[in-house]
């Protein structure tokens, strides 16, 4: 079965930094790996969808970078600002399933 | 215009009750699902419906039922509420459940609080 794990489970930093979430699942079997934003109280955001084929993607100033055969994906965000702040999760879809992680609780301090 | 919407936000209810959270979605997709986000912020899927038929039927007890009147719309019925049952219920939709490019969109939640 598919387990997902995100290291680290926090992460305060100084706005402008840039910074690294790490993501690694067991099964490489997968059709696409995402990274979701969520705000407290608040429902998921995807921010970046990376395809089986597909070794990154970027937004802005999110980059996210998937290797399937080692089963790990990052994600990649530059110059960060305090708005960055909320729960970073991945998930990743194996046949019909989602399986998500447990989430990295990134602060960005002014 | 909201895409996924799910009501009750708030639901605070005692031991041994039946409650219901509704969710629909106005972005004409296939597939919707419901998951449980417990305390430690774990993200797990519970059920999975693609044009009104289950797909996904993860191990919870039944007295968890979903319900599908239509494609738009994904209910969730709970009977003999318990403590446990307490968490963050999260409906999601998305075009398909057999795409590589489907990103999924989630509802706002609906917070749980069994007394």
């Known amino acids: 079965k598919q387990e997902v794990t995100q290291i680290p489970a926090a992460l305060s930093v100084p706005e402008g930094e840039n910074l690294v979430l790490n993501c690694s699942f067991t099964d490489s079997a997968i059709y696409n790996l995402q990274w979701f934003r969520q705000d407290p109280g608040k429902g998921l955001t995807s921010l970046l969808l990376i395809q089986s084929s597909q070794r990154e993607q970027t937004s802005g100033r999110l980059n996210a970078s998937l290797d399937k055969s080692s089963g790990r994906s990052t994600l990649y965000i530059a110059a960060s600002q305090p708005g960055d702040s909320a729960t970073y999760l991945c998930?990743?879809?194996?046949?019909?399933?989602?399986?998500f992680g447990t989430g990295t609780s990134l602060t960005v301090i002014p | 215009d909201t895409a996924v919407s799910q009501t009750p936000k708030y639901l605070v209810t005692q031991m041994g009750n039946d409650k219901s959270i509704k969710c629909e979605q106005n972005?004409?997709?296939?597939?919707m699902y419901w998951y449980k986000q417990d305390s430690k912020k774990f993200l797990k899927i519970m059920f999975s419906y693609n044009n009104k038929e289950l797909i996904i039927n993860e191990t919870v007890p039944n007295r968890f039922s979903p319900k599908s009147p239509d494609k738009a719309h994904l209910n969730l019925h709970i009977n003999s509420l318990e403590l446990g049952d307490s968490a963050v219920y999260f409906c999601?939709?998305?075009?398909?459940?057999?795409?590589?490019?489907?990103?999924?969109?989630f509802g706002p939640g609906t917070r749980l609080t069994v007394l």
């Open positions: 972005l004409g997709h296939d597939t």
């Open positions: 998930a990743v879809k194996t046949g019909n399933q989602f399986y």
């Open positions: 999601a939709s998305s075009r398909s459940a057999h795409s590589s490019t489907d990103t999924q969109y």
